[in-house]
């Protein structure tokens, strides 16, 4: 966590690493996420004097997400729940959302129809060829 025109407090410290732990329900598999906080000193941006960056390694990927805002607090909330939004969509999209998580085969799928039906005299005799005109 690193700050930029702005000192970092152990109190931010502790609200940024509980808004982080909160997004572990979406994905277990966080190596880190690395948080920026930026601080505009210019008084013509006074509503947006507060940025936040939030970047995070998961599974070999990168999620990212930037917010700004007039207060820290503000533009964190902002920043988590855009990357909330990534996470969520990354996790559907790897849900299968349709009948069983696994598929079963055609074989296993038509095992109990085959024993089911009646055995039909003269079914395994090869058909007899048709006859080409000419």
């Known amino acids: 966590m690193t700050g930029r025109n ?4 152990d109190h931010h410290r502790g609200y940024i690493a509980d ?17 920026v906080l930026h601080e505009e000193k ?4 006074a509503k947006e004097c507060q940025r936040v960056e939030i970047t995070g390694d998961v599974d070999g990927s990168v999620v990212r997400a930037e917010a700004s805002a007039h207060d820290l607090y503000a533009a964190l909330d902002a920043a988590v729940g855009k990357l909330e939004a990534q996470l ?10 349709y009948g069983q ?15 089911a039906l009646p055995v039909v005299p ?9 006859l080409r005109g000419g």
């Open 101 to 115: 998580h696994q598929p079963i085969s055609v074989a296993e799928a038509t095992a109990p129809l085959a024993d």
């Open 88 to 97: 969520r969509r990354n996790r559907d999209r790897r849900r299968v959302h």
């Open 122 to 130: 003269g079914e395994g005799e090869p058909l007899p060829r048709p």
């Open 42 to 45: 210019n008084p013509r941006q």
């Open 19 to 35: 808004k982080l732990a909160g997004l572990e329900r979406y994905n277990s598999h966080v190596t880190r996420y690395e948080v």
């Open 6 to 9: 702005v000192d970092v407090s």
